[in-house]
């Protein structure tokens, strides 16, 4: 069971702030739920999507230099809030060429040289704060509670890598992208159940930008703005295909969602795990809301073996 869990994480930095006007406790509460349930998977390497990335116009991106390192950095916020992780450069080109075979269009991004870290800003630094806080808890925890090995519990210490992919500037038009994002969702789940190490599939993404009225609001309010968010809600809590394609996908091009196109490579995963490898999947949404002009959900997809 190589691919041990999915999970949504939206990347709004006011998440992270209590001291902001528009901090949100309840996401970020569920963000650090969802984070602390992933690391609890243990997992070898987590793959992130995010839309907000080093972005091609028309090839999905795999980052490639050895490490990266960013901040939640936006509009000159959030700077302290700074992240370096490990990415696993080896297992990203095995990744790059199992998805040229397919004929998914993906090319590797080499920052300056692989030697030196890929910048990271608040797309994919934001659930990745998260995650490595969470995994500082569960290092911490693991060395306090070494004496639990006697009882006969084995514990594995992991050292989580990750691969990254960058969605295309395209993807404006996510019903363009329809087949190319079924192929790699597909091709993701094989690829990951193949392996021995422990993966998790992270999809960075936020939800309808135009919730707001207000004058200042980067875009404007749009009536498709709520009930988008409720279609991606209901899919993330039944995995029904139709909230997501037919619901979600009729109001996307007016409410304006960064996340769809990871949306759509995710919900192609987890059909693939269920079709071709028999995989029961429990759907779980920790929290949705809009405190400004966009909306966010937390929401996790995991074997319905893992649910206690």
């Known amino acids: 069971m190589p691919l041990v869990g999915s999970f949504v994480l939206p990347h709004g930095a006011l998440l992270l702030d209590e001291t902001k006007p ?18 609890q998977l243990r997992p070898d390497v987590v793959f992130l999507s995010t839309p907000h990335g080093i972005a091609l116009d028309s090839d999905f991106g795999l980052y490639l230099n050895q490490q990266a390192k960013g901040s939640a950095e936006w509009l000159g916020e959030y700077g302290e809030y700074a992240v370096q992780v490990q990415l696993n450069r080896s297992m990203a080109l095995e990744l790059k060429s199992r998805l040229s075979e397919r004929g ?50 084995e514990r594995k210490t992991t050292t989580t890598t990750y691969i990254i992919l960058s969605q295309p500037t395209r993807r404006i038009e996510p019903e363009q992208m329809a087949a190319d994002l079924r192929r790699l969702g597909e091709t993701i789940s094989a690829f990951f159940e193949e392996r021995t190490e422990r993966a998790v599939v992270a999809i960075s993404g936020d939800l309808a930008h135009t919730h707001s009225r207000s004058p200042d609001s980067p875009y404007p309010w749009s ?14 809590s039944s995995l029904d295909e139709e909230r997501l394609v037919g619901g979600a996908g009729a109001l996307v091009r007016e409410a304006l969602s ?28 920790y929290h949705r809301q809009a405190p400004t002009y966009y909306g966010m959900i937390v929401s996790s997809f995991l074997p319905s073996s893992l649910v206690t």
């Open 22 to 39: 528009i901090y949100s406790e309840q996401l970020n509460r569920a963000m650090k739920e969802a984070a602390r349930e992933l690391v």
């Open 104 to 153: 998914i269009g993906v090319s590797g991004i080499t920052s300056f040289s692989s030697a030196v870290e890929s910048p990271l800003r608040w797309g994919e630094a934001v659930p990745l704060w998260f995650i490595e806080q969470a995994l500082k808890q569960q290092q911490q925890e693991d060395e306090d509670a070494e004496h639990e090995d006697e009882k006969g519990i």
């Open 223 to 236: 009536a498709t703005a709520q009930p988008f968010d409720e279609a991606i809600e209901a899919w993330a």
């Open 258 to 285: 960064c996340g769809y196109t990871g949306f759509l490579l995710l919900d192609a995963a987890l059909r693939h795990q269920q079709r071709a490898f028999g995989k029961t999947l429990t759907p779980k949404v």
